[in-house]
């Protein structure tokens, strides 16, 4: 082992020269490393937007087929649906009522959009509502669509479509 570091590590002399590295060669791997390792966070980033996107858009569809089946299946005795609001103060989210929605106070359940994701549509101060008629479970309106974005990023959206017919498409 001691005649491996005095052979590694030995000076110009008698032609021999110094093992390792220079200082420039240095430089450079650390230049393509940082190059590479920001290229990643850009690209994962991306990834962690659109996941968020699409897992909140997975949860707006459970919520909105649950109201379906409660209709479908008469709970209670009246038609269930969605509303939707993206209000002028506070944040965008959706709630699952039965009968009429008044007021968040009404609604079984409430549930408020992640920071880095809010409605485009409805847009700001207005609301969408979906309500499924008892035993078909067929919405009262004839299509109601709403649509998702990231806020940091505009271009990733996603949007939930029900139709006439009660077919929830995303």
């Known amino acids: 082992m001691r005649n491996f570091f005095k052979y590694f590590f030995r000076k110009k002399t008698n032609n021999y ?97 992640g920071n880095d994701v809010e409605f485009t549509d409805p847009t700001t101060g207005n609301f969408y509502e979906a309500i499924f008629q008892r035993i078909t479970g067929n919405p009262i309106a004839t299509t109601t669509s709403v649509t998702i974005s990231s806020k940091v990023n505009a271009e990733i959206t996603k949007t939930i479509t029900v139709n006439a017919l009660g077919q929830i498409d995303y």
């Open 17 to 113: 020269y110094l093992l390792g590295f220079t200082l420039t060669e240095l430089l450079i791997s650390m230049a393509i490393l940082v190059i590479v390792a920001s290229t990643g966070f850009v690209y994962l980033g991306g990834y962690r937007r659109t996941a968020d996107i699409d897992a909140a858009l997975q949860k707006m569809v459970s919520f909105t087929r649950e109201a379906q089946m409660r209709a479908k299946s008469g709970q209670d005795g009246v038609a269930w649906g969605i509303h939707w609001e993206n209000p002028l103060a506070g944040g965008d989210f959706y709630a699952l009522f039965k009968d009429t929605y008044v007021s968040a106070t009404s609604a079984i359940e409430t549930i408020t959009l």
